[in-house]
C-alpha cells in the first residue's frame, strides 16, 4: 500500500521565521511528487517535482525532492499571517497519475 | 487558468436520501477525474478514479454501489451518495486533469461540498 508521511503534524511559529515541512513516502511505480496549500476549500498547487536534487523557488517558497532518501521539503522563508494553512504533499503514481496525499501539515502564523 | 467547479458547495439532507454532486471543468476537457473524501483535520482519501465512457475504479473499501460515479461527458463527473446516512457526513472534493496536457501535469481541485446528513 502507499504510503505518505508528513512532519510535523502541526506547527506554530512568529511572522519572519522561516519553515522546513517534511515529506516521506513509500510507494511503487513513482512518478512525481506535489506540494498542495490548504487554506479553506480546494488545495491550490505550489509545486511538483520530478527529479532529485533540483530545487523549485515562488517567491519564498521552495522545495527540493531526494529521490534517493525518498523525501521532500518545503521551505518557507519570512513567514507571513497568509501563509497559515495546511500544507499537503502528494506522490503520484502509475499511469493513471493517482494522487496518495500525507496527512497534511497545518502550519500556523502569528504576529 | 484552469478550473474546476464543484456544485453543490454545502448541503444537507436526511439519512435514506440521496445526494448528487457535480464536478465540472469549465475551460478544459477532463478524460479523468478523482473524487476524494476529507474528514475534518485529515487528509484527503481517494475514493475513486471516474473515466469519461466508461465505470469508474473504485478504491478499496469505498462501496460502488453507495457511491455512483457517473462521468458522461469530457466536461463532467458526478458523484450520488445513495441512501445517505450521517457517517457520510463529510468534506467531497473533486479534481480533474487537462487531457490536453501530459499525465504528469497538476491536477486541479474544485472548491468541495460539504455533505451533512442529519
Known amino acids: 500500500e502507499d504510503k505518505v508521511v508528513q512532519s510535523p503534524l502541526s506547527l506554530v511559529v512568529h511572522e519572519g521565521d522561516t519553515v522546513t515541512l517534511n515529506c516521506s513516502y513509500e510507494v511503487t511505480n513513482f512518478r512525481s511528487l506535489l506540494w498542495y496549500k490548504q487554506e479553506k476549500k480546494a488545495p491550490t498547487f505550489l509545486f511538483m517535482l520530478?527529479?532529485?536534487?533540483i530545487e523549485k523557488k515562488s517567491g519564498r517558497l521552495s522545495s527540493i525532492l531526494d529521490k534517493k532518501e525518498l523525501f521532500s521539503i518545503l521551505n518557507i522563508t519570512a513567514t507571513q499571517t497568509g501563509d497559515s494553512a495546511v500544507y499537503l504533499c502528494?506522490?503520484?503514481?502509475?499511469?493513471?497519475?493517482?494522487?496518495?496525499f500525507g496527512t497534511g501539515t497545518r502550519l500556523q502564523v502569528t504576529l | 487558468g484552469a478550473v474546476v467547479s464543484q456544485h453543490p458547495s454545502w448541503v444537507i439532507c436526511k439519512s435514506g436520501t440521496s445526494v448528487k454532486i457535480e464536478c465540472r471543468s469549465l475551460?478544459?476537457?477532463?478524460?479523468?477525474m478523482f473524487w476524494y473524501r476529507q474528514f475534518p483535520k485529515q487528509s484527503l482519501m481517494l475514493m475513486a478514479t471516474s473515466n469519461e465512457g466508461s465505470k469508474a475504479t473504485y478504491e478499496q473499501g469505498v462501496e460502488k454501489d453507495k457511491f455512483l460515479i457517473n462521468h458522461a461527458s469530457l466536461t463532467l463527473s458526478t458523484l450520488t451518495v445513495t441512501s445517505a446516512h450521517p457517517e457520510d457526513s463529510s468534506f467531497y472534493i473533486c479534481s480533474a486533469r487537462d487531457s490536453a496536457r501530459d499525465r504528469d501535469s497538476p491536477l486541479h481541485f474544485g472548491n468541495g461540498t460539504r455533505l451533512t446528513v442529519t
Open positions: 475551460d478544459f476537457q477532463a478524460t479523468t
Open positions: 520530478t527529479s532529485s536534487g
Open positions: 502528494a506522490v503520484r503514481t502509475g499511469t493513471a497519475s493517482k494522487l496518495t
